[in-house]
């Protein structure tokens, strides 16, 4: 398959934020956008660079009826001497083809896509910011076009990949968020449901809760499992918990997403000596460990925040205030190790940066 590449004319070109520093998340996007096509009789085609513009949709798309979505994210990041590379991206794409395996949508080459993503960020190099805290957020996307309106698989497809510059998730950066933790509802059914698939309808089923805790003044949703017994992940990200001689996290049992950030915080974890265990955790042990002081710190992480230190969890009303609400020391560490190798400021010992340029 060929990759056409249309160019913006300079003169379309939008304006590029002057002040890096105010950067939100998620609002600003680039000159241009890659698309590919897929159909039952052609497979995929039709892929190109072209103009970052509204789609064009029929109003019996199947994916306004039925979701048939699923998304990724990403970052590239742009380095003090000035190249651009990207952290671990073969990995989300290999996770995007997991949720289309099941959604039952069609499997990326992820070649083909990495290097169609390569040259977009090459095209639109000078929307990456270089100043600190900031990146380059990616957002492939692939969802079901055909118009037909019945449950059944999509028979056409539209993948793209849309881009821009990002400040940090939490407007106020590297700082602990106090936590709601969910008693009522619940994210996912775990094993068999779509939990471990990054699709839109997981996030846009968890906005109940997570919209009823901010008005308590609560950042995000730490969600349990359906007997309301173990944790699970956070809104956004999945959730660590450091104990005096050992780090938790949820096991990968088919209820929750298998981030990235997540996996490599475990490498790094056990490279440090640390004993790290994906297992069950109940929210019991959680709050007995931050009333005994054997639960020293906790965390989510995700390739939005990165890594996000935890203040307090809010459990059947009371809160449980963890480490005074200040940084935890290891959290501390994973946080400067990690943007260190993704901004370029540390040795990649893992070799998990792909320079783009």
Same mark, same amino acid.
């Given at each position: ?197 990054? &699709? ?53 049992? =088919? ?44 965390? =989510? ?10 203040? &307090? ?45």
């Amino acid at each position: 398959m060929q990759l056409k590449i249309e160019t913006v004319p300079e003169n379309e070109r939008k304006s590029k934020p002057e002040d890096e520093g105010a950067l939100r998340f998620g609002e600003i996007f680039s000159d241009h956008m890659f698309v590919m096509k897929w159909n039952e009789t052609d497979g995929w085609h039709d892929a190109k660079i072209k103009k970052f513009e509204p789609l064009s949709l029929s109003p019996a798309a199947i994916v306004l009826h039925y979701a048939n979505e699923i998304f990724e994210g990403m970052k590239a990041y742009r380095t003090p001497e000035g190249r651009i590379q990207l952290f671990r991206p073969r990995m989300n794409f290999e996770r995007m083809n997991r949720s289309a395996d099941r959604m039952v949508l069609p499997q990326l080459d992820i070649k083909f896509v990495m290097k169609a993503l390569k040259k977009l960020l090459i095209l639109d190099k000078d929307w990456i910011p270089s100043t600190p805290g900031t990146s380059l957020y990616i957002r492939p996307t692939m969802i079901g076009v055909d118009p037909f309106i019945g449950v059944r698989p999509p028979g056409e497809v539209l993948f793209y990949i849309i881009i821009g510059p990002v400040g940090p998730y939490f407007p106020n950066g590297f700082k602990p968020v106090d936590i709601l933790v969910e008693t009522t509802y619940v994210r996912a059914v775990g094993k068999g449901g779509t939990g471990e698939a990054k &699709c839109g309808g997981n996030y846009a089923g968890s906005l109940k809760a997570s919209t009823l805790a901010k008005k308590k003044g609560y950042a995000q949703v730490l969600w349990l499992d359906p007997e309301r017994k173990y944790v699970e992940e956070v809104g956004t990200m999945n959730m660590m918990f450091v104990f005096e001689d050992e780090v938790v996290t949820a096991p990968l049992d =088919g209820g929750i997403l298998p981030g990235i950030t997540r996996d490599s915080i475990l490498k790094i974890c056990k490279d440090w000596g640390y004993n790290v265990s994906e297992r069950k955790l109940s929210i019991n042990e959680v709050v007995k460990g931050i009333e005994s002081g054997t639960l020293k710190e906790a965390f =989510g992480c995700g390739t939005a925040a990165i890594i996000t230190p935890t203040g &307090c969890f809010n459990y059947k009303d009371k809160d449980y205030i963890i480490n005074n609400k200040e940084i935890g020391e290891l959290t501390q560490k994973l946080y400067d190790f990690l943007t260190g190798i993704q901004y370029g400021n540390a040795p990649d010992e893992y070799e998990w940066c792909d320079f783009v340029l």
